[in-house]
């Protein structure tokens, strides 16, 4: 952020100024070097903080605690709630501010902010409560499937008790549940089979003998990949907010009174207000008179939560379309298409698609990180939280490959889709092509959480603070309910 702020303050860093006919100086390697460069750390510190916030958050509520454990429920609803509101303070005040009194002035408060951020989380480090490092999970899970591949010629014993496992004290005294042996996958659980070769236990290596919630642990976790899969194409969809959205907004008139002009960007804080709204109704109106029926204690369960948010999206993509084709109608019969002029209709049209992504995002961003975190093992955690993260990633590129495909196949057919001029393309079809993506993509969700089954822990529990007993904490697969 320092380097931004940098590469828009210090004259050898910033571009020079654009002259008479908007043309514009190209910038210098140093100062293309120094703005993409903050760009660029930016993205890496964002790799690192944002799998591990929200995981350690939610690690401050203890499992083995029934009133911490309720409380967890709520956490990722206001977890978000409060992103949200980071959200919404850069897409309103600060974009209002780059637009109209300086950039230094616009990066500058976000980098004073993250100052204050970092040294309140400093603070506070003391007061955390820490898990203990339980090295790379990519490391258990090569070993487990290492070991699998070395033992493939063993028989797996018919008693699951019969496969190498810790006792439970074992993981009660590090306060970690053990995880019961299951059919799915059945090929891995040769990683927990005993077995001396012909040639003696010295030629048996220590890493092939691995433990039934280890071998757990890592069908877990490829349980999780084709969902995060299935997450690509709803962060495609959600990347049109800040792209196409936008676009849309720059061609209607922003203005709101005889001065005041609302940046195209600032459209988007209607998503965030939305969200903001509906998570705060969810969590407090909707969990608590669904859960009377449901007897969730999360109201619906998570992957339905998810797919709601999915089909909302795939009405938002068709509400837009619909509304671009209004749009397109208006320029047409004005004449605009051909000039490329502004357009007379107000930019509050586009509102019903950004309310409807928003709503669209309280259920299924809510719940996407929350499904990856709460599905993934114990020691696994932050690979959890970085899947759901990952997802958004691979939207990004999608949505710029799907873009630059469909705008190279339509033009090749003599008509581009979507060109620098809005009111002479069909940004209708586009949305409408999104559409139907969006919904084949809802239905092979529909098919994979109707086959994915829940990890549960038992409800066979002793309080070892007290030294009552063992606590006996396993893993269990449930229905999806």
Not at 326 to 344: C, E, F, N, P, V
Request: a positive charge; proline letters at 5%.
């Amino acid at each position: 952020m320092v380097l931004l702020v940098l590469s828009v303050s210090v004259p050898a860093l910033k571009p020079p100024p654009c002259g008479a006919g908007g043309v514009c100086p190209q910038a210098s390697a140093l100062q293309l070097g120094a703005y993409f460069g903050g760009l660029y750390i930016v993205a890496l510190g964002n790799g690192g903080t944002k799998p591990n916030i929200s995981t350690i958050g939610a690690d401050q509520f203890d499992e083995f605690d029934p009133r911490e454990r309720t409380h967890k429920l709520s956490f990722f609803n206001w977890w978000m709630f409060t992103i949200f509101l980071g959200i919404l303070f850069s897409s309103t005040v600060l974009v209002y501010l780059q637009d109209n009194v300086s950039w230094s002035v616009g990066y500058g408060i976000p980098t004073l902010g993250l100052m204050v951020s970092i040294s309140v989380f400093l603070a506070g480090t003391r007061l955390y409560r820490h898990r203990v490092p339980q090295g790379s999970p990519f490391t258990s899970m090569g070993r487990v499937l290492a070991a699998a591949l070395w033992k493939w010629s063993v028989p797996v014993p018919a008693d699951a008790k019969e496969l190498h496992e810790l006792d439970v004290e074992e993981y009660a005294r590090k306060r970690r549940f053990r995880m019961d042996s299951t059919d799915a996958m059945a090929f891995l659980n040769k990683a927990a089979a005993v077995a001396v070769p012909s040639g003696g236990p010295a030629s048996t290596p220590a890493w092939s003998l691995c433990t039934v919630t280890q071998v757990e642990e890592t069908k877990q976790i490829l349980r999780l990949v084709p969902l995060l899969v299935a997450m690509i194409v709803p962060c495609t969809l959600i990347a049109q907010t800040n792209t196409l959205f936008v676009k849309q907004g720059t061609t209607m008139d922003r203005h709101m009174g005889p001065r005041f002009e609302i940046p195209a960007a600032s459209l988007g804080a209607f998503v965030t207000l939305t969200m903001l709204v509906a998570v705060v109704v969810y969590d407090r109106v909707f969990v608590r008179a669904v859960r009377r029926y449901t007897k969730d204690p999360r109201g619906i369960t998570i992957l339905r939560r998810m797919g709601t948010g999915m089909l909302l999206q795939v009405a938002t993509m068709a509400v837009a379309s619909a509304i671009e084709s209004r749009r397109l109608a208006y320029a047409r019969s004005h004449g605009l298409d051909a000039t490329g002029g502004q357009l007379g209709l107000t930019i509050f049209a586009l509102l019903p698609q950004f309310v409807l992504m928003g709503l669209a995002d309280a259920f299924l961003v809510v719940g996407k990180i929350e499904f990856f975190y709460d599905q993934a093992p114990e020691s696994m955690k932050s690979l959890g939280t970085a899947m759901s993260l990952t997802a958004y990633g691979i939207g990004n590129f999608l949505s710029s490959f799907l873009l630059s495909t469909v705008t190279r196949v339509t033009r090749d057919r003599g008509h581009a889709w979507v060109t620098n001029n809005l009111n002479a393309s069909n940004l209708d079809y586009y949305y409408a092509f999104l559409t139907a993506l969006g919904a084949v993509n809802f239905v092979a969700f529909l098919a994979l959480s109707a086959r994915y089954r829940y990890k549960a822990q038992s409800t066979d529990r002793i309080d070892a603070a007290v030294g009552l007993g063992t606590e006996k904490a396993k893993l269990q697969a449930e229905p999806l309910g």
